[in-house]
Nanobody
Framework: QVQLVESGGGLVQAGGSLRLSCAAS????????MAWFRQAPGKEREFVAA????????SYADSVKGRFTISRDNAKNTVTLQMNSLKPEDTGVYSC??????????????????WGQGTQVTVSS
């Protein structure tokens, strides 16, 4: 099993940037493809970005493409989401998730077995 803890959320003005981190413990992160999802109040959980275990493939939601970058450091057991040019519609709880299918950047949350508790991102207009 792997345990995931997110950090880096906060309040930022539109146009600003935030960097989210997901730290893993337990089983090595290199065994998993990783993703970020977000959930706004009253809305369903939404795919944001995913990366394969070897960083060979990344995938992004159309709404964040060109603004967000997902990366990972398997040696440090961390995954990062760099978020630039933030918009109010990016507001939500951001969670990282681990998928044991290492080479698959699934957009379906049911593909992910392990989840962090989430970190709040609020973008003011």
């Amino acid at each position: 099993q792997v345990q995931l803890v997110e950090s880096g959320g906060g309040l930022v003005q539109a146009g600003g940037s935030l960097r989210l981190s997901c730290a893993a413990s337990g089983r090595a992160l290199s065994n998993y493809a990783m993703a970020w999802f977000r959930q706004a109040p009253g809305k369903e959980r939404e795919f944001v970005a995913a990366i394969t275990s070897n960083s060979g493939i990344t995938s992004y939601a159309d709404s964040v493409k060109g603004r967000f970058t997902i990366s990972r450091d398997n040696a440090k057991n961390t995954v990062t989401l760099q978020m630039n040019s933030l918009k109010p519609e990016d507001t939500g709880v951001y969670s990282c998730a681990a998928n044991p299918s290492r080479l698959y950047t699934s957009r379906n949350p049911t593909s992910y077995n392990y989840w962090g508790q989430g970190t709040q991102v609020t973008v003011s207009s």
